[in-house]
């Protein structure tokens, strides 16, 4: 299962449609699908390949808009 669809079921905020790109060639073609996996968020924006999950959601966040915030510097160190 694609990071895609599992954020789409951990969260009612995300929704996830997986293509089978040679068996709908109109949607490729809509979607301009030349390399596969695409990822195409809110249809405003794309990627193309398979990202290192943090990239992956990281880059999604940025096309859908949501402000990411800097992790904090002390963060993960002992306290």
Same mark, same amino acid.
């Given at each position: *299962?694609?990071l895609? !669809?599992r *954020?789409?079921?951990?969260?009612?905020? =995300?929704?996830?449609?997986?293509?089978? +790109?040679?068996?709908?060639?109109?949607?490729?073609? +809509?979607?301009? =699908?030349?390399?596969?996996?695409?990822?195409?968020? !809110?249809?405003?924006?794309?990627f193309?390949? +398979?990202?290192?999950?943090?990239?992956?959601?990281s880059?999604?966040?940025?096309? +859908?808009?949501?402000? *990411?915030?800097?992790?904090?510097?002390?963060e993960?160190?002992?306290?």
């Open positions: *299962m694609s895609a !669809n *954020m789409a079921l951990a969260s009612p905020l =995300v929704r996830s449609t997986t293509i089978e +790109a040679e068996e709908f060639p109109e949607l490729s073609r +809509a979607f301009g =699908v030349q390399g596969v996996p695409r990822t195409v968020v !809110n249809r405003r924006g794309a193309v390949g +398979a990202l290192p999950e943090a990239q992956f959601v880059t999604v966040l940025q096309l +859908a808009g949501v402000p *990411m915030q800097p992790p904090d510097p002390g993960g160190r002992p306290g």
